[in-house]
């Protein structure tokens, strides 16, 4: 079965400092894999997804297959930066339903 | 141009009632897709409606929910006999076409408490 898994439910950095938000997933065949942000007030928006190679307001994500992971990274975290992030899989093939992780919540604080 | 719209944006209503959530996708996108969230949980696919092709319903948690589009825009989420399990964030979202390169873009959500 698919699965995305988000180990943490908030993280809290200073403005400056690096930041990874962590997931793997579990899936048999060969997912594709993006990150959702949704900031305060506002609604779900894709950020970033892997078969764009795309660096979206500095974030990047790498997909590890041997790890089955696909990590967010910021080497500086920014106040802005505070918002709920999701990672999702889809399938490889046919239409593309996401399965979402739970969220990690973003706090970057001055 | 206007995106993804939702109504209601808030619906409180008692257990045992049904209830309708509707969902306006952006003009000229054939895919929409329903997603729930409930408290503590990731986001949950619900059903898939692509073009005039038969849905994908096999995220519906239950014989309770039931989703139709009408003229391939606007659809409408049923959930009959509603219980306290059922309270969430509903979530519609629509796409150009299926596909990895197009980007789902979101509504605002109908959130659902049932007392």
């Known amino acids: 079965a698919q699965r995305v898994t988000q180990p943490e439910k908030l993280l809290s950095v200073f403005k400056g400092a690096p930041v990874e938000l962590k997931c793997n997933y579990s899936?048999?065949?060969?997912?594709?894999l993006f990150w959702y942000v949704q900031y305060s007030r506002q609604r779900l928006q894709l950020l970033l997804r892997h078969i764009s190679r795309e660096s979206i307001k500095g974030f990047t994500a790498d997909l590890n297959k041997g790890e089955t992971s696909f990590h967010l990274k910021k080497p500086f975290a920014q106040e802005e930066d505070s918002a709920m992030y999701y990672c999702?899989?889809?399938?490889?093939?046919?239409?593309?339903?996401?399965?979402f992780g739970t969220g990690t919540r973003l706090l970057v604080s001055p | 141009g206007a995106g993804v719209s939702q109504s209601p944006s808030n619906k409180v209503t008692e257990k045992g009632k049904d209830v309708e959530l509707r969902c306006d996708p952006i003009?000229?996108?054939?895919?929409l897709y329903w997603y729930r969230q409930s408290l503590g949980q990731g986001l949950e696919f619900l059903i898939y409606?692509?073009?005039?092709?038969?849905?994908?319903k096999s995220g519906l948690p239950s014989d309770r929910f039931s989703a139709e589009r009408t003229g391939g825009s606007v659809s409408t989420l049923t959930i009959q006999r509603t219980q306290q399990e059922d309270s969430a964030v509903y979530l519609c979202?629509?796409?150009?076409?299926?596909?990895?390169?197009?980007?789902?873009?979101f509504g605002p959500g109908t959130r659902l408490t049932v007392l």
């Open positions: 979202a629509s796409s150009l076409a299926p596909g990895l390169y197009n980007e789902q873009f």
């Open positions: 999702a899989l889809s399938e490889n093939t046919g239409f593309q339903k996401l399965v």
């Open positions: 899936y048999s065949g060969s997912p594709e």
């Open positions: 003009s000229g996108h054939t895919a």
């Open positions: 409606f692509q073009g005039n092709s038969a849905p994908d």
